[in-house]
C-alpha cells in the first residue's frame, strides 16, 4: 500500500576525477530508506551548482538545460512510480529507476518464486524438507535486504553475479559451514531450474555454479562402542528412553521418522513367522520390510505399557528431533564416547556394525535400509574395516589350507 512506502528524489553531483572545476549531475531515487543513483550524463561548473535548490544557478544556455533536465527527470521518475503502484508492482528504488530507463521487466520476481514453490510443494515435500526451503527462503529474502537494499528483484534480473553474491552472503554467517552453505546453494539452484521449466526464465543463472560438498566422516558405533552405551545406567529418565530408542534404531535401521511414526499397524507376521515391521519410509515414499531381531523386541515389549504409549497407536515414546539429539549428546558424554552422536548414527550403527560386519549380504542390506540404489549402501561397505579384517583371516585360512 502506499501508506507503506516513503518515496524521494533528489538531485546532486559529484566532482569529475579528471577536472577539479566540473561535476557530473546525478539524481538519487530513495524508497523506504533504500537508495539508488541514474547519471543524467551532464556536467556543470562546480561553484553554479545550488545543492539546498537543487539546481544549476544563472540564466544561461547552460542552465536552462541543466535545469529542464532536472524537471523532466523529475516528472518521469514520478511518473514511473504512480505506473508502477497503479499496476500493483513491486515499489523499490530499483524497480523505479529501471522502469523509467525502460529496462522494466514485467515478469515474475523471486519472492513470488519462492512462495509459489513452498505452496505447491506443501503436501508434495516432506516436513523437514519443506523446513530446510523455508530456511533458504529466508536467507534469499536476507541477502536482498541486506546486500541488494530491494525486497524483490524479477528473476530475469538475476545473474552469475547474483548467485555468487548470495554463496558469499550464506559464507559470512558463522552458523554456516561449507556443506550447509552448499545445501542452501542445492536448493537455489532448484529454485531456479522450477523457474525455468515454467518458462519465468530464458537461461538458468546457477547453472555455471558448482556444488562442492566436503567429505564427512561417517559416524556410527562399533561393537564395543554399542554395548558401552547397552551397558550404561542412567538414573534420568530421559536418556534412559533416548537410549533405548536409539539402541532399537540400531537394530532396524530405520530413521529418527519412521521411529517417531511407528505404529501397532506397521507390526507384522513375515514369511518365517516372526515378526517384521512393514512400513514405507517418510523421507522417501519407499517401502520397507524389517525382520525384528530379539534386541529390537525386547525394547518394544519394554515400553509397551508406557504413560505415552499405553492405549495409542504408537509404539514407543520419542521426544523431539531436538532434545533426542541433544539427550544422546549427554549419552555419548557419559560413556565418554568422544563422538557428536546424533540419532541418525543408528541407521549408520545398523549398517555398518549389526549387519554388514555380521556378514549380512549388501543386497540384503540395502532393502533393510530402503535404499533405491546399492550404490547408496556400498558407502557403508567401504567404513566397515573389522568386515575386511573378517574377510582377509577367512581368506588366509583357505589359503593355508
Keep these: 500500500m502506499r501508506t507503506n512506502l516513503t518515496f524521494s ?11 577539479a572545476e566540473l561535476a557530473l549531475l546525478y539524481s538519487r531515487i530513495t524508497v523506504n530508506g533504500w537508495s539508488k543513483e541514474i547519471s543524467l550524463k551532464h556536467d556543470l561548473p ?39 503502484f497503479k499496476e500493483q508492482r513491486i515499489i523499490t528504488a530499483d524497480t523505479v529507476k529501471d522502469r523509467y530507463l525502460g529496462n522494466d521487466v514485467t515478469n515474475h ?64 554467517k558463522p552458523s554456516l559451514h561449507n556443506n550447509g552453505v ?71 535401521g530405520l530413521a529418527y521418522a519412521d521411529v517417531k511414526a511407528l505404529k501397532q ?32 523386541q525386547i525394547i518394544l515389549e519394554r515400553y509397551r505399557t508406557h504413560p505415552k504409549v499405553d492405549n495409542q497407536e504408537i509404539l514407543l515414546p520419542v521426544y523431539s528431533n531436538q532434545k533426542t539429539n541433544q539427550y544422546l549428546r549427554e549419552i555419548a558424554e557419559a560413556v565418554n564416547l568422544g563422538k557428536r552422536l546424533s540419532f541418525h548414527a543408528a541407521r549408520h550403527t545398523f549398517a555398518t556394525t549389526v549387519t ?20 547408496t549402501t556400498q558407502i557403508y561397505a567401504r567404513v566397515v574395516d573389522t568386515k575386511i579384517s573378517n574377510d582377509i583371516n577367512a581368506l588366509r585360512i583357505k589359503l593355508k589350507t
Excluded at 278 to 296: F, G, N, S
Design 9 to 19: 528524489i533528489s538531485f546532486f553531483v559529484r566532482k569529475k576525477k579528471n577536472s
Design 46 to 84: 562546480l561553484n553554479k551548482w545550488n545543492q539546498p535548490a537543487g539546481k544549476m544557478l544563472g540564466n544561461g544556455a547552460k542552465s536552462q538545460l541543466v535545469n529542464r533536465k532536472i524537471e523532466t527527470t523529475r516528472t518521469g521518475l514520478y511518473k514511473a512510480y504512480e505506473d508502477l
Design 109 to 172: 520476481t523471486l519472492v513470488y518464486l519462492l512462495d509459489y514453490h513452498n505452496g505447491k510443494m506443501k503436501n508434495v515435500l516432506k516436513y523437514g524438507t519443506l523446513k530446510n526451503y523455508t530456511t533458504t527462503s529466508k536467507y534469499l529474502k536476507d541477502y536482498l535486504k541486506i546486500k541488494h537494499k530491494s525486497l524483490d528483484i524479477y528473476l530475469k534480473q538475476i545473474d552469475y553475479g547474483f548467485t555468487l553474491g548470495f554463496e558469499g552472503f550464506l559464507r559470512e
Design 182 to 252: 552448499m545445501k542452501h546453494m542445492e536448493r537455489f539452484k532448484k529454485l531456479m531450474r522450477l523457474a525455468l521449466h515454467l518458462e519465468w526464465i530464458e537461461k538458468n543463472p546457477t547453472l555455471r555454479f558448482k556444488l562442492r560438498f566436503d567429505k564427512v566422516d561417517m559416524v556410527y558405533l562399533d561393537r564395543q562402542e554399542l554395548e558401552r552405551i547397552l551397558d550404561k545406567e542412567f538414573e534420568q529418565g530421559t536418556l534412559k528412553v533416548t537410549r533405548d530408542i536409539f539402541v532399537f534404531a540400531c537394530y532396524t
Design 265 to 296: 499397524d506397521h507390526l507384522r507376521t513375515g514369511i518365517d513367522g516372526g515378526k517384521w515391521i512393514y512400513m514405507r519410509r517418510r523421507k522417501t515414499d519407499t517401502q520397507v520390510r524389517i525382520p525384528l531381531l530379539e534386541e529390537a
Design 356 to 375: 554388514l560386519a555380521n556378514g549380512v549380504p549388501i543386497e540384503t542390506v540395502s532393502k533393510l535400509l530402503g535404499h533405491h540404489k546399492i550404490s
